[in-house]
């Protein structure tokens, strides 16, 4: 799926750095490696809607933990499902 560019954007809000977004993701159990990441939020590569939606529940607990609710989209609000 493609909605690698709204999580760049809440990766570059949240000063978040490539290698600390893909051990948090990673951490959640994501499987695609640091370079298919990065491919991913300049949506040069599609990924399967649970990497997607792992990429956004690690920024969103990072939004959430700052009062900033939960604003990058899962797959299911992207029209993915």
Same mark, same amino acid.
């Given at each position: 799926?493609?909605?690698?560019?709204?999580?760049?954007?809440? &990766?570059?809000?949240?000063?978040?750095?490539?290698?600390?977004?893909?051990?948090?993701?990673?951490?959640?159990g994501g499987?695609?490696?640091?370079?298919?990441?990065?491919?991913?939020?300049?949506? &040069?590569?599609?990924?399967?809607?649970?990497?997607?939606?792992m990429l956004?529940?690690?920024?969103?607990? &990072?939004?959430?933990?700052?009062?900033?609710?939960?604003?990058?989209?899962?797959?299911?609000?992207?029209?993915?499902?």
């Open positions: 799926m493609r909605g690698g560019r709204q999580i760049k954007a809440g &990766r570059v809000a949240l000063g978040v750095s490539l290698v600390e977004l893909w051990c948090l993701y990673f951490a959640l499987s695609a490696t640091p370079a298919e990441m990065a491919d991913y939020l300049e949506d &040069r590569l599609t990924l399967p809607f649970v990497e997607h939606d956004a529940h690690a920024l969103n607990e &990072r939004f959430s933990a700052v009062g900033m609710g939960y604003p990058l989209p899962y797959a299911d609000d992207l029209g993915a499902a």
